[in-house]
């Protein structure tokens, strides 16, 4: 069966939460461009693919409060812009925080399709609040 590009995508998010639970930053930031902005729940915003691998080596590292957690993503929204541009929009499942055992937030992922592979430019994380939603 042929890997659709809505399939491709999805998988991006599947392995950067595999990376996640290795605790792998280079894992986390495969799919990432070189100048992919990347915006952390808590507010964080890298310019680069390297500021992003730094920060995440820091929060996974031996004393990073992300350093037993895991990460899933039950619910995926894929939007096709152009036939080479694309956003998803998901909710994703932290467990194991340090600081916070079990969190809930919302991201959005641009992605562009590069030289035939897609690759990550921009994310947008928000974590969602007890009470909050609407």
């Given at each position: 069966?042929?890997?659709?590009?809505?399939?491709?995508?999805?998988?991006?998010?599947?392995?950067?939460?595999?990376?996640?639970?290795?605790?792998?930053?280079?894992?986390?930031?495969?799919?990432?461009?070189?100048?992919?902005?990347?915006?952390?729940?808590?507010?964080?915003?890298?310019?680069?693919?390297?500021?992003?691998?730094?920060?995440?080596?820091?929060?996974?590292?031996?004393?990073?409060?992300?350093?037993?957690?895991?990460?899933?993503?039950?619910?995926?929204?894929?939007?096709?812009?152009?036939?080479?541009?694309?956003?998803?929009?998901?909710?994703?499942?932290?467990?194991?925080?340090?600081?916070?055992?079990?969190?809930?937030?919302?991201?959005?992922?641009?992605?562009?399709?590069?030289?035939?592979?897609?690759?990550?430019?921009?994310?947008?994380?928000?974590?969602v609040r007890s009470g909050r939603r609407h």
């Amino acid at each position: 069966m042929a890997k659709t590009d809505e399939d491709a995508i999805r998988e991006i998010e599947l392995q950067f939460n595999e990376a996640w639970g290795r605790h792998d930053a280079n894992g986390m930031v495969a799919s990432l461009s070189d100048d992919a902005q990347f915006v952390t729940v808590n507010g964080a915003w890298t310019k680069t693919r390297a500021d992003y691998l730094e920060l995440m080596m820091r929060l996974h590292g031996p004393n990073g409060p992300f350093r037993t957690s895991t990460r899933e993503t039950p619910i995926m929204h894929v939007r096709f812009l152009s036939p080479d541009v694309a956003m998803m929009h998901s909710e994703f499942h932290i467990y194991g925080d340090v600081d916070e055992p079990t969190r809930t937030g919302i991201g959005t992922r641009v992605v562009h399709k590069i030289d035939g592979r897609w690759r990550t430019v921009a994310v947008q994380n928000t974590d969602v609040r007890s009470g909050r939603r609407h």
